[in-house]
């Protein structure tokens, strides 16, 4: 099923970066060639999808901060950690190397424990408590589907020599996770696949399936590569 929310966020763009109704079409073209193989696809809504970047932040902010400083790097709202000393060598180091750190860690201490500090985390507890309506949500619909479908970036990607300006890492740090961020909020697999080029650029589509079932997800992966490259392969022809 083809996410109408995932292909509206790529098409609109964010902030400076520009969207790409070309890279949405891309994917969506490139989906819909799955029916000749068999398979079923539908365009269906996910109102939660478009919000779920919204939840993200928080999370990312303040769990990323608290995790590199106030509570001694327990990866605090990841739920993994790391074995060996890496944690204890980070948290021991920010504090005497901080201005060896790069912008982007340097935005995240200081943001998100101001965020913290400053709503004493009640930001953070709503976010987690419409994580859970966000999954319930993808459940629902992955009742009736298989594997979900959208465009892996929103915005569409940006070029190389466009990327990393040290004055623009925070807009572009949070301007692209707009459709990938859902997965990390829900736990769900997914993964993303080449659908082909944009103005010299990859445009990725994002399959993404019931929890614990990968092995649906790859069967369906796979099936949509081979899709595109044999479809990319009969364009080079003519």
């Known amino acids: 099923a083809?996410?109408?929310?995932?292909?509206?966020?790529?098409?609109e763009g964010e902030a400076e970066f520009p969207g790409s109704a070309a890279s949405a079409e891309l994917v969506m073209m490139q989906a819909q060639e799955l029916i000749a193989l068999g398979a079923t696809v539908d365009l269906i809504s996910i109102p939660e999808h478009r919000f779920a970047q919204h939840v993200y932040l928080p999370i990312l902010l303040e769990g990323g901060a608290l995790s590199l400083t106030a509570l001694k790097s327990t990866l605090f709202g990841q739920g993994y950690s790391f074995t060996g000393n890496v944690e204890r060598e980070i948290v021991h180091g920010l504090p005497s190397n901080g201005s060896s750190a790069s912008p982007l860690t340097k935005l995240i201490a200081i943001v998100g424990n101001l965020f913290f500090k400053e709503t004493e985390g009640d930001f953070y507890r709503l976010a987690n408590i419409l994580r859970k309506q966000i999954s319930d949500a993808y459940d629902k619909v992955l009742d009736e589907y298989d594997v979900l479908l959208c465009p892996t970036t929103a915005p569409a990607g940006i070029a190389v020599e466009m990327s990393g300006n040290p004055k623009n890492i925070g807009r572009e740090t949070f301007s692209f996770y707009q459709n990938c961020c859902v997965t990390d909020l829900t736990g769900h697999p997914s993964i993303s696949v080449p659908a082909g080029m944009i103005d010299g650029l990859p445009v990725g589509a994002m399959l993404t399936a019931k929890h614990f079932d990968e092995m649906t997800l790859v069967r369906a992966a796979k099936m949509f590569v081979d899709s595109s490259e044999s479809t990319l392969a009969k364009e080079a022809q003519i």
Do not use: S
Not at 2 to 11: K, N, P, Q, V
């Open 2 to 11: 083809l996410i109408t929310e995932g292909f509206d966020l790529t098409r």
